[in-house]
T-cell receptor, first 116, second 110 residues
């Protein structure tokens, strides 16, 4: 089946630094990728939708300049958390949609970001 | 009212039990429904999807969709310890977006 590889799985960074998270579709071309944030014991919250070769669409309340998304190819999307602060600490998950059936949403394994 | 509602649990059952996880939705326009399983600190993995009213079976899992009642369930037979996880009821909202339930936490004990 479709596989989405997300790296790193865990990262600890100092306040004020930037962190990049990568999401790769390994065996299919992902025209659309989604970035989610998940707080403990809560469900996933969509942050943004990225389409290959165009600007990402951010959900209301998500700062575009803080969460930079790049979807430069059909197999790679990146999320960069800029000038990270402790409140950005969270679990970030990407999802890619296969060009196949409409239900083909595959999730990455997630990245736990801790800002100290 | 949330678009997709699930009892957060936790739901505790012994090994070998039959478990029914339930989900209701408010928008009759939703077309596809999926059940995802999420282990702690991992990404969700797709268990089953359905779009037709009725039952769909895959091994120990059966998904049931009742469009008239706007209700979906996931039945797990012969529960195993490895079934302990959070189960997310998910549907496709507009513009390719997924709509998530809050998830039901299932604990299977020896």
């Amino acid at each position: 089946g479709a596989v989405v590889s997300q790296h790193p799985s865990r990262v600890i960074c100092k306040s004020g630094t930037s962190v990049k998270i990568e999401c790769r579709s390994l065996d299919f071309q992902a025209t659309t990728m989604f970035w989610y944030r998940q707080f403990p014991k809560q469900s996933l919250m969509l942050m943004a939708t990225s389409n290959e070769g165009s600007k990402a669409t951010y959900e209301q309340g998500v700062e575009k300049d803080k969460f930079l998304i790049n979807h430069a190819s059909l197999t790679l999307s990146t999320l960069t958390v800029t000038s990270a602060h402790p409140e950005d600490s969270s679990f970030y998950i990407c999802s890619a949609r296969d060009r196949g059936p409409r239900w083909g949403y595959t999730f990455g394994s997630g990245t736990r970001l801790t800002v100290v | 009212q949330k678009e997709v509602e699930q009892d957060p649990g936790p739901l505790s059952v012994p090994e070998g039990a039959i478990v029914s996880l339930n989900c209701t939705y408010s928008n009759s326009a939703f077309q596809y429904f999926m059940w995802y399983r999420q282990y702690s600190r991992k990404g969700p993995e797709l268990l089953m999807y359905t779009y037709s009213s009725g039952n769909k079976e895959d091994g120990r899992f059966t998904a049931q969709l009742n469009r008239a009642s706007q209700y979906i369930s996931l039945l797990i037979r012969d529960s195993k310890l490895s079934d302990s996880a959070t189960y997310l009821c998910v549907t496709n909202g507009g513009f390719q977006k997924l709509v998530f339930g809050t998830g039901t936490r299932l604990l299977v004990s020896p």
